[in-house]
């Protein structure tokens, strides 16, 4: 992940990304990010997104991946749901996503949640 202050400057990297073996992939459901592949998808071997730094956006990819790394049970959950997608969408990039999208947003409730509450005592 890497932060910009304006996503209109991720414009700038697509020439220096596409040298490197990246690809610009454009997704309407994301207007808040910018997203470059390097490999097939699938195969892909890097994937970077681009997100303003400190948005909320920028924040929420933050949650997901100290939530999971905190939470065994849940990235045991999210590795099986991905795998389960992956079989079963091999070839819809979009059905796979969306397949994600209840259980990523509600682990960032959870994490948003832990943040109001404060540590535990």
Not at 84 to 108: C, M, N
Request: with cysteine; proline share 3%; glycine share 4%.
């Amino acid at each position: 992940m890497a932060g910009v202050n304006s996503l209109s400057e991720a414009s700038a990297w697509i020439e220096p990304l596409e040298q490197l073996g990246y690809e610009h992939v454009f997704h309407e459901a994301f207007p808040a990010r910018r997203f470059f592949r390097k490999g097939m998808w699938r195969a892909g071997t890097h994937h970077l997104h681009v997100y303003v730094f400190q948005s909320e956006e920028w924040k929420n990819q933050l949650r997901f991946r100290n939530y999971l790394r905190k939470h065994s049970a849940e990235r045991q959950e999210y590795e099986t749901l991905k795998k389960t997608l992956a079989q079963r969408f091999p070839y819809d990039r979009t059905s796979y996503t969306k397949g994600k999208e209840s259980f990523i947003k509600a682990v960032i409730e959870k994490a948003k949640h832990l943040e109001r509450s404060g540590p535990a005592c």
